[in-house]
C-alpha cells in the first residue's frame, strides 16, 4: 500500500467554479503534510503547508484531520493558471518526502 | 540567490548502460535529496546526502548509488539501466534551519530515457 493515496481525476471545472480533493495517509508517524504543485513536466513546487486547524493561502484552503488520516484542498474561484497536479506531501521526518501520485485538474475558459 | 541546477536535462540510454546525473544545490543549502517520477505517478525517494555522506535511503536497488561533494553538489548514478529506469530525476536541496519539507527546492530534472 502506497503511503499517500490521491484521487487521480481528472477534475474538469469552468473558470470561478470551487473543486475539491483529498488524499489519504497511511503513514501514522507523519508529522508535516503539504501541497505542492507541478505543471506539465516541470518541477513539483510548494502550494502550501497543511496545519491541523485548517489553513488558507488566498483561494487555497487546506484541511488535516489526524484522526482520519485524510488530508483536502480546496480551490475557489478557479483560474486557468490552477490548471496542474497536486501533489499530496507527508513527511515523517525520516529524511524523506512521501509523495501521492498526484490529482490533475484542469480549468477550462 | 540561485536555485536548484540539473543536468542534462534530457538525456537517452540503451539498456544495460551506465548513467551521471548531476546536481549543483541552492546557494546555503547542504542537504541534496534524489526523487524518481515515472510517468503519471509521484515522486519517489532514491536516497538523501548530507555532509558528503549518505543520509537515507529509499526502496531503490544498489545500482543506483551517489555523491555529494564538498561544495554540496551531487551526483547520481545509475549502473546496468533498465527499461523501467525511464523517469524524471528531480534533485531537492534544503539547508540549516530549513522548514522540513517546505525547505525543499526541486531542480527542473533530467528526463532519462532507457531504450
Known amino acids: 500500500r502506497k503511503e499517500v493515496e490521491q484521487d487521480p481525476g481528472p477534475f474538469n471545472v469552468p473558470e470561478g467554479a470551487t473543486v475539491a480533493f483529498n488524499c489519504t495517509y497511511s503513514n501514522s508517524a507523519s508529522q508535516s503534510f503539504f501541497w505542492y504543485r507541478q505543471d506539465c513536466r516541470k518541477e513539483p513546487k510548494l502550494l502550501m503547508s497543511?496545519?491541523?486547524s485548517g489553513n488558507e493561502d488566498g483561494r487555497f484552503t487546506a484541511q488535516l484531520n489526524r484522526a482520519s488520516q485524510y488530508i483536502s484542498l480546496l480551490i475557489r474561484d478557479s483560474k486557468l493558471s490552477d490548471s496542474a497536479t497536486y501533489l499530496c506531501v507527508g513527511d515523517a521526518y525520516d529524511y524523506k518526502l512521501s509523495f501521492g501520485a498526484g490529482t490533475t485538474v484542469t480549468v477550462r475558459a | 540567490e540561485t536555485g536548484v541546477t540539473q543536468s542534462p536535462t534530457h538525456l537517452i540510454k540503451t539498456r544495460g548502460q551506465q548513467v551521471t546525473l548531476r546536481c549543483s544545490s541552492q546557494s546555503g543549502h547542504n542537504t541534496v535529496s534524489w526523487y524518481q517520477q515515472a510517468l503519471g505517478q509521484g515522486p519517489q525517494f532514491i536516497f538523501q546526502y548530507y555532509r558528503e555522506e549518505e543520509n537515507g535511503r529509499g526502496n531503490f536497488p544498489p545500482r543506483f548509488s551517489g555523491l555529494q561533494f564538498p561544495n554540496y553538489s551531487s551526483e547520481l548514478n545509475v549502473n546496468a539501466l533498465e527499461l523501467d529506469d525511464s523517469a524524471l530525476y528531480l534533485c531537492a536541496s534544503s539547508g540549516p534551519g530549513s522548514d522540513r519539507g517546505a525547505g525543499y527546492t526541486f531542480g527542473s530534472g533530467t528526463r532519462l530515457t532507457v531504450v
Open positions: 497543511v496545519y491541523s
